[in-house]
């Protein structure tokens, strides 16, 4: 179904009316981010603007696709299975987790051109899936050139707890960084304005934040950081990459 947002945005881009910026965000959501008894785990891996449930961009088969656990990667990707979202590309994947400990999902898309930014897009994106609620292992590094190390253990959170975080790049913190944080919105919320759908917050000196999650559900935290090295447009003139560290994690109310 085609809702509200979604009719005036498009009708904004056909009549070449300025619309406005949306945050891109990789998802990659599991069906649970703890599996008390372990068991298989379906994960979505889209590239949307969560708030707003899209538009959904069209994505090239990813880079890489993994899970990280126990210190051992296993490549996921010839689990990959194509999942569109009306035109646009999407994907699933489906793994059995049969040991304790957290499982870390993670993705590296290929390369997404943004003619409207002028720029590509790569957004480094894992999910941590605690397998017999093990609470053990959730902290461990993928080794993303950009990437977010939780400090709060990212599984089994209530709503209104504080996630923190340290925003790294090749290992290091990242000082000031910019991180973008949008929830899906699957309960319908109307935000006041443009300000309260993609919030923006800044890591300290030390490369780390915190945020309280006011709604249940998924979270997505991206610190954006230009890319070392630039790349080739279609037009053949070289121009900036985004690098997104992303993670996502879920909360539940307090019943």
């Not at 990813?62 to 051992?72: E, R, S």
């Not at 990242?174 to 899906?184: G, L, M, Q």
């Not at 998924?218 to 985004?242: K, N, R």
Request: proline share 9%; hydrophobic share 45%.
């Amino acid at each position: 179904m085609i809702t509200l947002p979604r009719l005036l945005l498009s009708c904004a881009l056909a009549t070449g009316l300025a619309a406005p910026a949306l945050a891109h965000f990789q998802e990659i959501i599991p069906s649970a981010d703890v599996l008390p008894d372990g068991g298989a785990v379906t994960l979505d891996l889209v590239f949307t603007h969560p708030f707003e449930g899209g538009p959904v961009m069209s994505m090239a088969r990813p880079v890489a696709v993994g899970v990280l656990k126990g210190g051992t990667k296993t490549d996921l990707s010839g689990d990959l299975a194509e999942a569109p979202q009306g035109e646009a590309m999407a994907y699933s994947l489906t793994h059995e987790l049969d040991e304790p400990g957290a499982a870390i999902f993670y993705i590296e898309p290929a390369p997404y051109w943004e003619p409207a930014e002028g720029k590509y897009i790569v957004h480094y994106s894992k999910v941590v899936v605690d397998s017999f609620a093990s609470g053990e292992g959730w902290d461990d590094s993928v080794g993303f050139p950009v990437e977010i190390m939780p400090l709060t253990q990212p599984t089994g959170l209530w709503t209104g707890n504080i996630f923190t975080g340290v925003v790294t790049k090749g290992g290091a913190p990242v000082p000031y960084a910019e991180i973008e944080v949008e929830f899906i919105n699957d309960h319908g919320i109307t935000a006041p304005n443009d300000a309260y759908i993609t919030q923006v917050i800044k890591a300290d000196a030390n490369g780390t934040f915190s945020y309280a999650m006011p709604v249940s559900g998924w979270w997505g935290f991206a610190a954006l950081i230009e890319g070392d090295e630039p790349m080739t447009a279609p037009d053949g003139t070289q121009v900036p990459v985004e690098e997104g560290a992303l993670i996502w994690v879920n909360t539940k109310p307090a019943q």
